[in-house]
């Protein structure tokens, strides 16, 4: 392995700890988005959902962040009668893409 490949590498898991490192303390000290404890269930599921998928995928995590984004933006506009939990999801995974590009 080259020496810039091992750079790239050092430098992709040094930025994917920092993202996971911010998931993680949004998770701990994030505000209530709504007086219905339902509503921060799924706010809280969408946070811990971002930091599976960004901890075990090897694409950069802005990246998978927006595919998951769009994934929940899709199921939020199915016409279903949970499509709520899906946007509650959504607004959790663009708060979480909020808070990285302004750190």
């Known amino acids: 392995m080259s020496e810039q ?3 790239d590498n050092k430098a ?3 930025a994917k700890r920092h993202v996971l490192d911010l998931i993680t303390y949004y998770y701990d ?4 988005i709504s007086l219905s404890e339902e509503k921060n269930f799924f ?3 969408g946070i811990k959902m971002a930091y599976k998928e960004v901890r075990r995928s090897f ?12 994934q929940y ?4 506009h199915t016409g279903c009668s949970n499509d709520w939990m899906f946007s509650v ?14 750190s």
């Open 12 to 14: 992709f898991m040094e």
């Open 29 to 32: 000290h994030h505000h209530k």
């Open 89 to 102: 999801c959504a607004r959790a995974i663009e708060d979480i893409i909020d808070l990285i590009q302004t």
């Open 43 to 45: 706010y809280k599921y």
């Open 5 to 7: 490949t091992r750079r």
């Open 73 to 76: 933006d899709e199921w939020a």
């Open 59 to 70: 694409d950069p995590p802005i990246n998978v962040l927006d595919r998951l984004l769009v």
